[in-house]
């Protein structure tokens, strides 16, 4: 089974700047996350979407941060304008829909970004 | 408010030795809770999981145990090996609303050496 792919795995801009992450999680799984880890600390949820509606946002800073999952499936993450405290690991992941149960939830690798 | 935390950020061991990590949690609301294993510029691997019914529960080489009166998880693991080297988080889902798809809130994370 594939896991969830993320790219770029890198990315280097301005502060000012724009910058956009797409996710594509495993197939099949209804519910989709976007995190946000700086480092040397735990990820932290930005966004949940079941299915192509949103859950929860938040913890999603949305005067500069915006995110879509188009059709239930693929989803991205924007960033406009960015600030130097962007700059941290943006994973995603993503469970399937099972009422009452657990939660799993598989990431990908992380997109990388620094502000500079 | 709403907190997971470890109480050693670092925990050195030889190999073959067991390791054992720490959590605590302050959310009372909190019914299940999982561990995972990140890898340098790697998305956390899920590891084990126990739900709040639950005192402990093994995996291979891996035991989770729950203490709900002092709101405590930890992480066993057995005939550590070098490539057990990680940082590992645990984390928590808080089941507010009767919705199963609670957010995760992730502890701080603790670093795993494994000496050969």
């Known amino acids: 089974e594939a896991g969830v792919a993320q790219s770029p795995r890198y990315k280097i801009i301005e502060k000012r700047q724009s910058v956009a992450f797409w996710c594509n999680p495993i197939?099949?799984?209804?519910?989709l996350y976007w995190y946000q880890q700086i480092l040397g600390q735990g990820p932290k949820l930005l966004i949940q979407?079941?299915?192509?509606?949103?859950?929860?946002d938040s913890q999603l800073p949305k005067d500069r941060f915006s995110a879509e999952r188009l059709k239930g499936v693929d989803s991205t993450l924007k960033i406009q304008p960015a600030k130097l405290e962007d700059s941290a690991v943006y994973l995603c992941?993503?469970?399937?829909?099972?009422?009452?149960?657990?939660?799993?939830?598989?990431f990908g690798a992380g997109t990388r970004l620094s502000v500079l | 408010g709403e907190s997971v935390g470890l109480h050693l950020p670092t925990l050195s061991v030889q190999e073959g030795d067991n390791s054992i990590i720490n959590c605590a949690y302050s959310n009372s609301a909190s019914d299940y809770f999982i561990w995972y294993k990140q890898e340098s510029g790697k998305g956390p691997q899920f590891i084990i999981d126990?739900?709040?019914?639950?005192d402990k529960r093994q995996g291979q080489r891996v035991t989770v145990l729950l203490n709900k009166t002092v709101k405590h998880l930890s992480l066993q693991i057995a005939a550590t090996q070098p490539g057990d080297s990680a940082v590992y988080f645990c984390a928590e889902r808080s089941n507010a609303g009767g919705t199963s798809y609670g957010k995760l809130t992730f502890g701080q994370g603790t670093i795993l050496t494994v000496h050969p």
């Open positions: 197939s099949g799984h209804a519910t």
């Open positions: 992941a993503s469970s399937p829909l099972i009422a009452g149960a657990k939660n799993i939830q598989y």
């Open positions: 126990i739900r709040s019914n639950m």
């Open positions: 979407f079941q299915n192509n509606g949103v859950v929860d």
